[in-house]
């Protein structure tokens, strides 16, 4: 949906015109992932672009597996886009379709052209039919093949199509021009040998389509109107346009380009991330820390806050690098509306309460969230011993640091105001317990003595906690730019993209937390349960994103 506030961007100003001028009676779009990888924010801003226009415009999308490469597509990664389409939000026309499906009408169609002498069959290696293609400055030569008759071509088809030849022996090429300007139009191959199953038609094809030849056509075949695709293909639109025209095909789709989402400290290419996941950089394309719609919703990102995103970013026709900074706002911006809050301490510091009746358990209640009221009030045990964050609390302090100081006061969130007595060292003189003396009577209220503690810290009650892990993730490279101009990006992954807490206490209630929801740890950032580490006794957090200005912020509530 387009927002209020926002200008209409070029592709809604085309199809409002194209609806209203009835060039096109309904819109059709549709997004065609390659199944050879996971999904990542890049190919999100394409799924916004294309589902959201069907959305606004009262058309449809069709979500299609461009599967005409049988050497990289596997399984797995048709589940994992459906799952990663629907989890964004969308709902795709109909059911899932494949460029395989119409495997057959393609070869029809190739026939096509080869009977009406506008494809012929190639001997030429790859390596010479290179030679012959020309350059960016200089014409093409034309094949020795290229004057084959008709009948020739047919037969020699029917042998490519019956495995009679090796791969790379033959190739069937459009019969077009070796002299155009544009290279994609020097009698570009429309079907290759690749003597390879495949995961939809198995053993049925030893030739497969050339993605050029296999796109425009699937489009036509399920009435696409408009096919919106990323601008390095406005170079092959005269190619589209061609095949359009020489083939009876159905329906007359468009090629519309748009720039596609570069992000820095990101990289967003699919070879790239499968060489993460490939040489254990990171521990799966669900990893917390890829760009992968998969990794992000592990990590806690919430669909809104990726379609918010797309929309902030807007669709133009010019490339340009967009700061992560951007997202990082929208994540943060939809967690604070949604998140629960909680109490997490990640590194603690023992407290005992020195003048807490002995043995007596307490059970305090907190808001669920600072406005939320449709968020139930959480309870919170309390007792006698407490963990705070181990730099909550100093020995001695300068005024700035408004937490915990030995004999000074500290309110613990959403209880008692604690005042710190003694400190106990271990051996080696590092602090293991604080003795503090409590006030019963600030439950809600200033102390009596009119001496207002300067700080509140988070806390969870010892006797009644969540042992659990916390997972801080940092940005994946620590360079803004890790594939920019020819750069390795294996050397930019940043060193320390991962911090592991193995020994954090959470507020109870976190005991049931589900992957996916989000909570708030107050003053820490946002957080939710890993999917795949962790046990009942020990769940995993991850940090989704931390909070900015934490601690001023907090200061003011
Ligand atoms: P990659 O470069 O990651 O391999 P791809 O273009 O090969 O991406 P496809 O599966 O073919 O991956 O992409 C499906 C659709 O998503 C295409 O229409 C493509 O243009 C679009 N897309 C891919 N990457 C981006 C991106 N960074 N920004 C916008 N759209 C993208
Ligand atoms: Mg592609």
């Known amino acids: 949906m387009t927002s209020e506030s926002k200008p209409a961007h070029f592709l809604q100003n085309i199809i409002r015109e194209d609806l209203a001028e009835s060039r096109v009676s309904q819109l059709a779009t549709r997004f065609p992932p390659e199944p050879n990888g996971y999904l990542h924010i890049g190919h999100a801003k394409s799924i916004c672009l294309n589902f959201g226009l069907a959305q606004e415009f009262d058309g449809t999308c069709n979500l299609r597996f461009d599967d005409t490469n049988p050497a990289k597509e596997e399984e797995e990664f048709v589940g994992a886009i459906k799952r990663d389409v629907s989890w964004l939000g969308f709902e795709w ?219 902030m970013i807007g669709v133009t026709r010019s490339d340009s690098v967009v700061d992560v900074g951007m997202l990082e706002y929208c994540i943060r911006d939809d967690l604070d509306k949604r998140a629960p809050r909680a109490m997490c301490v990640l590194e603690p510091l023992k407290v005992t309460l020195k003048n807490y009746p002995a043995g007596q358990r ?34 001695e302090a300068n005024k700035k640091y408004k937490r915990l100081v030995l004999g000074k006061k500290v309110r613990l969130r959403n209880a008692y105001v604690i005042q710190a007595e003694e400190v106990v060292k271990d051996a080696n003189g590092e602090i293991v317990e604080v003795i503090c003396s409590v006030d019963l009577d600030t439950l809600g209220v200033d102390p009596a003595d009119g001496v207002k503690p300067k700080g509140v810290i ?31 990006f294996l050397e930019h992954v940043n060193p320390d993209n991962l911090t592991v807490l193995t020994g954090c206490k959470a507020e109870k209630g976190l005991a049931g937390a589900e992957p996916e929801q989000g909570y708030q740890f107050e003053r820490q950032g946002y957080f939710c349960r890993d999917n795949k580490y962790g046990t009942a006794d020990k769940p995993v957090f991850n940090r989704t994103i931390g909070l900015r200005d934490s601690w001023a912020k907090e200061q003011n509530k």
Request: proline share 6%; glycine share 6%.
């Open 93 to 311: 026309n109909g059911d899932v379709r494949y460029t395989s499906d119409y495997f057959d009408q393609l070869h029809e169609w190739a026939l096509h052209l080869i009977k009406e002498g506008k494809a012929y069959v190639c001997d030429l290696s790859p390596e010479e039919a290179r030679h012959y293609r020309g350059t960016l400055t200089e014409p093409g030569r034309n094949s020795p093949f290229r004057d084959r008759s008709v009948e020739e071509n047919l037969a020699l088809f029917e042998r490519m199509r019956n495995g009679e030849f090796d791969e790379g022996q033959c190739s069937l090429r459009a019969k077009i021009d070796m002299a155009a300007p544009n290279i994609n139009l020097r009698d570009p191959i429309i079907y290759r040998i690749k003597k390879m199953a495949h995961h939809q038609t198995g053993d049925k094809w030893c030739i497969y389509p050339s993605y050029d030849f296999a796109h425009g056509q699937s489009d036509a075949l399920e009435g696409i109107t408009h096919s919106i695709c990323t601008l390095e293909f406005e170079d092959h639109k005269p190619l589209y346009d061609w095949f359009i025209e020489n083939l009876p095909v159905p329906a007359r789709p468009r090629q519309y380009e748009f720039a596609r989402l570069n992000l820095n400290y990101t990289v967003v290419s699919k070879r790239k991330l499968k060489q993460l996941v490939d040489e254990g950089h990171v521990d799966g394309w669900d990893d917390p820390r890829m760009p992968t719609l998969s990794g992000q919703r592990r990590r806690g990102v919430t669909p809104a806050a990726i379609r918010n995103f797309c929309e």
């Open 362 to 395: 307490e059970v305090l209640s907190a808001p669920g969230h600072p406005v939320r009221d449709d968020l139930p009030a959480r309870e919170l045990p309390f007792s006698g011993t407490v963990y705070i964050e181990k730099e909550d609390f100093r020995e």
């Open 458 to 488: 988070h806390w969870v009650s010892a006797d009644d906690c969540v042992n659990c892990e916390v997972r801080l993730y940092d940005r994946l490279f620590d360079d803004a730019a890790p594939d920019a101009g020819g750069k390795n």
